[in-house]
C-alpha cells in the first residue's frame, strides 16, 4: 500500500478530549489502529492514540468508495489519519462515534507482528522487551510512564521549593565511587576511566557550594546479580545537604515519598485503574528499627544472622511479612556500609547509615557522610583502598567543607511500589542487564 503524505494535518483533539457534545463537529484524528471489526454492512476501527482509543464507524452503503478501499486495506497497527465528523449516539460505548470523510495511511505495519498490542494475548518478558517500542504501546505500559512522569514532576518540585539545586555530574570518571568490583571499564583517550556507579563523591563536594543539591539520572554497574530488582543502568534519585545528619534527610526522604505517593493517588487515578493498583500512603513519621532490632526479629521468626553480616533476601521478604509498610532501618554496622558513611562517635562499630524499605524492598540508603579528611583516610584504608586514587576528592576537605548527610533512590523500585509491578524490567523502558543490551 502506497503511503500518503501528512500534508497539512494536524490532530484537533486527543481521543480522550473527544465527547458526546462535540456532536456534528469536524475532527483530525492521528494514531494507530488497534482493531478492526467488519459486520458487513458496517466496519468499525478503533483508533489509538498516545491518551486512548476512538471508534471510526464506516457504514458501507453510505461511503464514499475511496473510504472504503482505505478501509479495507488496513491492517492493525498501521498508523493513519481521519477526518471525519463526531456523530452521536447511544450504540457506542462512549456516546459517540467517528464518521469519517478521509483516510490518510501514514505508516505500515508488516505482520504477523511479534506480540499483541492489547495484550489480549499475553507475551513473554523477553518476547515484549525484544519488541519493546511496540510493546510500550499497550495500555498499561502507557500508564507506567505516564505515572513516572507524574512522579518525576512531584519530586523535582518537592525538592526545589526546599531549597535544592538539580545538577548533574559526570558518568565518565577516574576512580570508584564506592569501591568495590562492580564497575564498568571504558577506554578513554587510551587511558582507563569507568562509568559512574553514583554521583556520591562529587554531590558531597558540592555542598561546600551549594549546600542543598539534587540530582536525577542514570548510573551504572557490572550487577552480577540477576534478579527482578537489579539492572546495569538505573535511574538514582540523589540529594546531599550541607549542615544536616541522617536525622534531617532521612526526615526529607520519608516526606518526599509521602508526597510522591499522595500526589501520583490523586492525579493517576485512570492510570491506577487500568494498572488495577492501590498506593500505600507512608504514615509519618515511618516506623525506625535499628539493624540489631531487626535481627532479633527475625531471631524469632528461626533465622539466625551473625551481627555484621548483610541482611539475605529471604530474611529481606520475612521482614516485609513483619512490617507492610515503609520504614527505615538504622544503625547498620560501619563494615557493612561504603568509606564515606560516618561511624557513630560513641560506638564506631555502628554507623549512621540507614535504609528505607517498602515491605521486603529497598528503595534507598544514605546517612550522615565522614567530614574528617584524617578519617576518611583511614575509612578507605580499611576498606582496602589507596587514598592515593581520591587525593581530588581528599582535596576538597582543604576548603571547608561543611558537616553533610544524603541519600540515593532507586527510581526503577520507587516505580515498581506505584505501579505494582514485581519486575523492575516492566518500568525502565529500555532495561540493561548482564544478559540484555538490545533493542
Known sequence: MKLDPLGDWRRTLYSADLKPEHDGEDVTLLGWVQEIRDLGAIKFLILQDRQGTVQITIPRKK??????????GLQTQYCIGVRGVVKKTEMSQRGFEIIPKEIRVLGIAEHPLPLDVTGKTPSAIDTRLNARVLDLCNEKNRAIWRIQHSTLTTLRTFLSDRGFIEVHTPRIIATATEGGAALFSVDYFNKEAYLAQSPQLYKEEL????ERIFEIGPFFRAEVSHTRRHLSEFISIDIEQAFATSEDVMTTLEQAMACTCETVKMNCQEELKILNHKIDIPKLPSKR?????????LGKEGIDIPWGEDIPTTAFRTLGELHPYFYFITEWPTISKPFYIKPKEENPDVSTGFDFMWKWIELASGGTRVHSKS???KRLK??????ESFKH???????GLPPHAGWAAGFGRMLMMLTGNRNIREVVLFPRDRTRLTP
Not at 461511503?63 to 479495507?72: F, N, Q, S
Not at 555542598?207 to 551549594?210: A, I, R, V, Y
Request: with cysteine; charged share 25%.
Open 382 to 387: 580499611d576498606q582496602g583502598l589507596n587514598p
Open 393 to 399: 576528592h581528599l582535596q576538597v576537605f582543604d576548603y
Open 207 to 210: 555542598t561546600l557550594c551549594f
Open 63 to 72: 461511503a464514499r468508495k475511496e473510504i472504503l478501499e482505505k478501509a479495507d
Open 375 to 377: 578519617l576518611l583516610i
Open 289 to 297: 528499627f535499628t539493624y540489631t532490632q531487626i535481627l532479633e526479629e
